[in-house]
C-alpha cells in the first residue's frame, strides 16, 4: 500500500517564476491537506482540500498562492512568482475521515 | 502567544536513559493529541494518536493526556540512537477545522 507520494522532492526556482508542487494521497484518502515548514519550525497549515472542494484555506497566503484537488489526478499547491521567502519545505498529508493524517516525504522548494 | 508550545531543544541523552517530551497549549478546543516522528529532510511519521486525558502505549513509546492542564507528553524508554529525530506534538479540535496545529518540534539526539 503506497504512501502518500509528492513530487518533485526538490524544486529550484528563480524569483518571479511559478511553482508547482504535486500530491498523490494514499489509496482510499479523499482528504489532502498542506503543510509549510520552515527552517527549525514546525509545520503551518496551509489548505486542507477534498475532491474538487477547498474545505479549509485559513492559512493560504491570500495572494499567489493556490490549491486545487481534481476529480481526477493529484492535489497541485501551486505558487506564482515565487520569492526567496517561499524557500521551505511543503507536504502533504492525506486521511480517510479526516482525523489520523499521514503525511509525505516533502517538496523542498529553493527560490534564488 | 503560540497555540501550541514545545521545547526545541536540542535534548540529548545516553543510550538506553526514558526520555520525556512535553507541550502545552492554550485552546481548550484541542481534543485530538498526536506525536509525530521527523528525521532530518523526510515527512512526519505518526507515533501516538491520543483522544481522551490518560496514558496509551505502544511498545516503547507512551502518550500522556492530561487536558485539565492543557499538557501532553510523550515517553521513550529504553532509547536509541535510532530515536534521534525531530519529535512533533500535534492536535485539533474534535469537529469543523481539520487542520493540525503544531508545536515547534523538539530534535532528540540519543547518544550511544
Not at chain 1, 511559478?18 to 491537506?33: D, I
Not at chain 2, 535510532?82 to 481539520?98: E, F, H, K, P, V
Request: hydrophobic content about 30%; aromatic content about 12%; charged content about 25%.
Amino acid at each position: 500500500n503506497a504512501g502518500v507520494m509528492q513530487n518533485p522532492r526538490h524544486l529550484v526556482r528563480r524569483r518571479g517564476q511559478e511553482a508547482r508542487l504535486r500530491c498523490s494521497p494514499m489509496k482510499g484518502h479523499s482528504h489532502v491537506y498542506w503543510y509549510r515548514q520552515l527552517p527549525e519550525e514546525g509545520l503551518k497549515f496551509m489548505v486542507y482540500l477534498q475532491k474538487e472542494n477547498i474545505i479549509d484555506e485559513s492559512g493560504m497566503p491570500k495572494e499567489r498562492f493556490s490549491a486545487e484537488f481534481p476529480k481526477e489526478g493529484p492535489s497541485i499547491l501551486r505558487i506564482q512568482q515565487v520569492v526567496r521567502g517561499d524557500s521551505a519545505a511543503y507536504f502533504c498529508a492525506s486521511s480517510d475521515r479526516g482525523e489520523t493524517q499521514y503525511f509525505g516525504p516533502g517538496t523542498r522548494l529553493l527560490v534564488l | 502567544q503560540k497555540e501550541v508550545e514545545q521545547d526545541p531543544g536540542p535534548l540529548s541523552v545516553p543510550e538506553g536513559a526514558i526520555v520525556s517530551l512535553n507541550c502545552t497549549y492554550s485552546n481548550s478546543a484541542f481534543q485530538y493529541f498526536m506525536w509525530y516522528r521527523q528525521y532530518s529532510r523526510k515527512g512526519p511519521e505518526l507515533l501516538m494518536y491520543t483522544y481522551s486525558s490518560g496514558n496509551k502505549e505502544d511498545g516503547r513509546f507512551t502518550a500522556q493526556v492530561d487536558k485539565s492542564s492543557k499538557y501532553i507528553s510523550l515517553f521513550i524508554r529504553d532509547s536509541q540512537p535510532s530515536d534521534s529525530a525531530t519529535y512533533l506534538c500535534a492536535m485539533n479540535r474534535i469537529q469543523g477545522a481539520q487542520k493540525l496545529v503544531f508545536g515547534q518540534g523538539t530534535r532528540l539526539t540519543i547518544n550511544p
